[in-house]
């Protein structure tokens, strides 16, 4: 298997334009991650998934975040408008059964100008 | 809210050196606890999971373990490598959900040639 892909690995953009994020997960893995890293904060967990449909979401931060998983091998995370704060690497990972062996993507490096 | 600990920030050690890496959280009723490796630039890559029924998990040089009376865990490398340098993280997970993992900030080793 070719591990959790995510694209772009990198995203300038400007402050007030959308942003999408995207992951595609390993292949019979049940349970999709979104997390968020900074210096400052660390890893924070946005939102999780478990069979397309979304469990928690108490970790997004503000309404400009949403993220969607149409089918098991496809999630976005949108932010929009994006500000210069939401600056960070955003990870996707995924599981088979949780709290199980977590395998991450290489991240997508977001920079907001 | 559990807290994970990870001291020093940082450590330097030369080559063929055995070091040992800390790793802290402050409610003993943990459900597993997770070594990952970051490399700059990536992802993180699991390395060890530990059941909170076991005390020790070995893979090639590391051997990780756990004493969850006193709240630690330690990730020992047996004659480190350049190729060793990397951030080090620990996780833990309290309870069977999914949105109940903590990560620590990290150590970030480096092996000196």
């Known amino acids: 298997d070719a591990g959790v892909i995510q694209s772009p690995r990198h995203e300038v953009t400007e402050m007030g334009q959308e942003v999408t994020l995207r992951c595609k997960p390993i292949s019979g893995h049940d349970y999709l991650f979104w997390y968020r890293q900074t210096m400052m904060r660390g890893l924070e967990l946005l939102i999780y998934f478990n069979n397309n449909v979304p469990i928690d979401d108490s970790g997004m931060p503000e309404d400009r975040f949403s993220a969607k998983m149409p089918n098991a091998s496809f999630s976005t995370l949108k932010i929009q408008p994006s500000e210069p704060r939401d600056s960070a690497v955003y990870f996707c990972a995924s599981s088979k059964l949780p709290p199980g062996e977590l395998f991450f993507g290489e991240g997508s490096r977001l920079t907001v100008l | 809210k559990q807290e994970v600990t990870q001291i020093p920030a940082a450590l330097s050690v030369p080559e063929g050196e055995n070091l040992v890496l800390n790793c802290s959280f402050t409610?003993?009723?943990?459900?597993?606890l997770q070594w990952f490796r970051q490399d700059p630039g990536k992802g993180l890559t699991s390395l060890l999971l530990?059941?909170?029924?076991?005390r020790e998990q070995t893979s090639g040089r590391l051997n990780a373990s756990l004493d969850k009376s006193s709240g630690r865990s330690t990730l020992y490398i047996a004659a480190s490598q350049p190729g060793d340098s990397a951030t080090y993280l620990c996780?833990?997970?309290?309870?069977?959900?999914?949105?109940?993992?903590?990560f620590g900030t990290g150590t970030r080793l480096t092996v000196i040639p």
């Open positions: 409610d003993s009723a943990i459900y597993n």
């Open positions: 530990i059941q909170s029924s076991q």
């Open positions: 996780a833990v997970t309290r309870g069977t959900g999914a949105n109940n993992l903590f």
